[in-house]
């Protein structure tokens, strides 16, 4: 049932786009259970090219990276900043 129930939670962040996947990701450094909902790397993701994949932006680490900290993105969603080529 529970699987079923984060399956489900899976889908909506995908189709709901990075926006929702950002406030996820955000939301597992304070309560980590949350790393459960965060879905799987779609096979037409790539990797950000802002982290080189890593989900964090060394350099500043107060900045959350335009993939939300995923480390992906998907080619032609909009990201937390606006589109991603
Ligand atoms: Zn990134």
Redesign the pocket.
Known sequence: MRQAIEKRIQELLVSSGPRLLWVTCQGVKKYPELAALIPARPEEARD??????????EALPQII?????????VPGEAGPLGAIG
Not at 48 to 57: E, M
Not at 65 to 73: A, E, F, H, L, Q
């Open positions: 950000c090219d802002s982290c080189r994949g890593t989900g964090r932006i990276c335009r993939c939300g900290g995923v480390g992906w993105i």
